[in-house]
């Protein structure tokens, strides 16, 4: 049986993309998502909570991003879990890191005329 890594997430944007060009031009953009999700308690009252994910967007991607995306964005994220590791210099443990990979982000509040909905392959 062959497995499914997908990730679908609608969320804030926690600050403007941090864009980086690689060697041969390769653009990469990092930003921060919030997704919140908000229930009643068992008295009736509001309750709600936060989750926040990091999220890296390649090429075609990171150009959307570095030209659309700023703090507060409402942005749907379709994409896939990456999990990498490193050694911490300062404590020479290895730490873990999980990311979404985005294959697609679309602009959620957007005004007529503004992004395309996904960027050009």
């Given at each position: 049986m062959r497995g499914l890594?997908?990730?679908?997430?609608?969320?804030?944007?926690?600050?403007?993309?941090?864009?980086?060009?690689?060697?041969?031009?390769?653009?990469?953009?990092?930003?921060?998502?919030?997704?919140?999700?908000?229930?009643?308690?068992?008295?009736?009252?509001?309750?709600?909570?936060?989750?926040?994910?990091?999220?890296?967007?390649?090429?075609?991607?990171?150009?959307?991003?570095?030209?659309?995306?700023?703090?507060?964005?409402l942005v749907y994220v379709e994409g896939k879990l990456k999990t990498r590791h490193y050694d911490d210099p300062a404590t020479g443990q290895r730490r873990y890191v999980t990311e979404i990979i985005a294959e697609q982000v679309l602009l959620l509040d957007k005004k007529a005329g503004d992004a395309p909905t996904h960027p050009e392959p």
């Open positions: 890594n997908k990730v679908t997430l609608i969320g804030n944007l926690g600050k403007d993309p941090e864009i980086n060009v690689l060697e041969g031009n390769l653009p990469v953009a990092k930003f921060s998502l919030a997704t919140t999700e908000t229930w009643r308690d068992k008295a009736g009252q509001p309750q709600s909570s936060t989750d926040w994910h990091t999220v890296v967007a390649w090429r075609g991607v990171a150009e959307l991003a570095q030209a659309y995306l700023r703090k507060g964005s």
